[in-house]
């Protein structure tokens, strides 16, 4: 039998699914129009009235630096969203105005949003900034070069409002080669993860209750692109949830899209340095978590068995040097520091 989240904890209702508002007076937006109404006679949107809609839930937090053309896409996705009700929150790490026409079109948009400004680039940061400032109670964190599909957040909303102890969701990356089958994965189960044998949950896949991120601090902002520990920051969360007892399942029938892959052959210097920086991270969570030996020793062990078994040129050789000396320096310092 599959594991099943816990009966729920709190006595606090999650939001239902509610009546759109051209059949009550209650200020409630339906899905399929852009505009509020209190007026019986007919939805804007062309559901019937009374008809049956999911009510506002979701503060989407996009930390963004450095990219232009990519927020557009986005942006696009977001437009065609048959589930339209949702706040944008802009966490601006940038130090000049590229992203401004950007939250510009969201205002006219008719969507409700909040632009940050923050001094300097921290991606961990600029997502607690943007946690700290939701008012929503459910929170998505979406990279500004993914893309969502038409129903995702109505079918992330349906599922929310259906599931009265889950504390977030997983949806699916789609171009993601997953290790383990997300459906085989559901809940995501503590151990598993402590072992790192569960199925990805990248942050753009999570939709997650705001008060329970904030009740464990959030992002630690010492991991992550741009600190010395450059990765580790999701999984650091996810840990942190599962271990305060967050119950998260997937949800396969919803999907994010990202691109992904090999970076661009600079120099061996810098696939060494861009491979170090990111496994620091790595040993900082096992440090951190006080994850098991046998863990540790495999992701100590894993970098010199690759260039075996995946032979990959002499870049190879280098990113595995990279990702050892990385790990050991992240485990390490992690220890010796905090």
């Not at 949702?86 to 079109?105: G, K, S």
């Not at 040993?283 to 990959?312: E, Y």
Request: hydrophobic share 40%.
């Amino acid at each position: 039998m599959p594991a099943v989240c816990p009966p729920p904890r709190r006595t606090r209702p999650l939001p239902k699914i509610t009546r759109c508002a051209c059949a009550t007076s209650a200020p409630t937006r339906c899905r399929a129009c852009s505009t509020n109404s209190s007026i019986g006679g007919g939805c804007g949107g062309g559901l019937p009235c009374g008809a049956e809609v999911l009510r506002a839930m979701f503060s989407l937090i996009l930390a963004t630096y450095g990219r232009v053309d990519e927020i557009g896409r986005l942006m696009d996705s977001l437009e065609r969203q048959t589930f339209r009700d949702f706040e944008l929150i802009v966490a601006d790490q940038n130090l000049d105005q590229r992203v401004l026409p950007y939250v510009e079109r969201a205002r006219r948009s008719g969507w409700a949003v909040q632009h940050l400004r923050l001094a300097q680039p921290n991606l961990s940061a600029a997502r607690n900034a943007g946690a700290r400032a939701a008012t929503r109670e459910w929170m998505a964190i979406p990279d500004d070069d993914c893309w969502y599909e038409p129903d995702t957040l109505e079918r992330v909303a349906r599922r929310l409002s259906e599931a009265a102890s889950v504390d977030g969701l997983a949806i699916h990356w789609q171009e993601q080669v997953h290790r383990v089958a997300p459906e085989a994965d559901t809940p995501l189960r503590l151990e598993t993860w402590r072992h790192f044998q569960g199925s990805d949950a990248s942050s753009i896949t999570l939709f997650l209750r705001t008060a329970t991120v904030l009740s464990v601090g959030g992002f630690d902002e010492r991991l992550g692109v741009g600190q010395w520990y450059g990765a580790g920051e999701e999984t650091d969360l996810v840990l942190a949830l599962l271990a305060n007892g967050a119950c998260i399942e997937r949800l396969p029938a919803a999907r994010v899209h990202h691109d992904f892959g090999p970076r661009p052959f600079v120099s061996l210097a810098a696939e060494f340095r861009q491979s170090r920086g990111r496994a620091r991270g790595w040993g900082a969570l096992c440090a951190k978590h006080r994850l098991p030996r046998s863990t540790l020793l495999k992701g100590l062990l894993g970098p010199l068995i690759w260039p075996l078994i995946r032979p990959d040129g002499l870049a190879g050789l280098v990113r595995s040097a990279g990702v050892l000396v990385g790990r050991w320096e992240g485990y390490l310092n992690w220890r010796l520091r905090f």
